[in-house]
């Protein structure tokens, strides 16, 4: 079976553009999560989406948004890219929304510069 | 506030001895708590995960201490092998609507040969 997929796996961008990320939740997973990792420290939430409404939200600016699709996968997007969001972004899948076992995706290691 | 916390942030055992990774939160209303697992450039592996309405729970080689009256969470792995290296984080779900997991900072584990 197929676990939780993020693409792509690494990626380059410069100061101010935009980028796209991308996760495809376990089958049959309805909720997504999206964290942000910076080096030497734990995984930042940064949104989770149920049954493609969001459901929760963490401390971010507006330049990170997403959606989930019809068939649960989801996007991650950030405008106006800044040095200081370099990180592994990690996309988690779970069943439901709250207090069920969320399984981690490999994440998209972005590098702004 | 909502924080997770490690007492140690490196672990160095030796193979084939118990390791037991200690984790503090402050949230008393975290009512479900798991361990992952994390090697060097991949995602956040579950481990294993305990609700609060139980003091322990085992799995294969682990074992989850949860301790609500001084709000401490332990993971126990028995006879530690090479593979077990790898940073390790405690992760809580406070019930603050968000269904958000919050990581610590992580524990390395070191398993010498």
């Known amino acids: 079976d197929a676990g939780v997929t993020q693409s792509p796996t690494h990626l380059i961008k410069t100061r101010g553009q935009h980028v796209t990320l991308r996760c495809s939740p376990i089958?049959?997973?309805?909720?997504v999560s999206w964290y942000q990792q910076v080096l030497g420290q734990g995984p930042q939430f940064i949104f989770q989406?149920?049954?493609?409404?969001?459901?929760g939200r963490g401390n971010f600016p507006d330049r990170f948004s997403a959606r989930q699709f019809p068939n649960y996968s989801s996007e991650l997007n950030v405008n106006a890219l800044l040095l200081g969001d370099s990180a592994l972004y990690l996309c988690a899948s779970s069943l439901a929304g709250k207090n069920t076992e969320a399984f981690f995706g490999q994440g998209t290691r972005l590098t702004v510069v | 506030g909502e924080s997770v916390g490690l007492h140690l942030p490196t672990l160095s055992v030796q193979e084939g001895d118990n390791s037991i990774i200690n984790c503090a939160y402050s949230n008393s209303a975290s009512d479900y708590f798991i361990w992952y697992k994390q090697e060097s450039g991949k995602g956040p592996q579950f481990i294993i995960d305990?609700?609060?309405?139980?003091d322990k729970r085992q799995g294969q080689r682990v074992t989850v201490l949860l301790n609500k009256t001084v709000k401490h969470l332990s993971l126990q792995i028995a006879a530690t092998q090479p593979g077990d290296s790898a940073v390790y984080f405690c992760a809580e779900n406070p019930d603050t609507g968000r269904r958000a997991l919050t990581f610590g900072s992580g524990t390395r584990l070191q398993v010498q040969p």
């Open positions: 305990i609700r609060s309405n139980m």
């Open positions: 989406y149920y049954e493609k409404e969001e459901r």
């Open positions: 089958s049959g997973h309805k909720s």
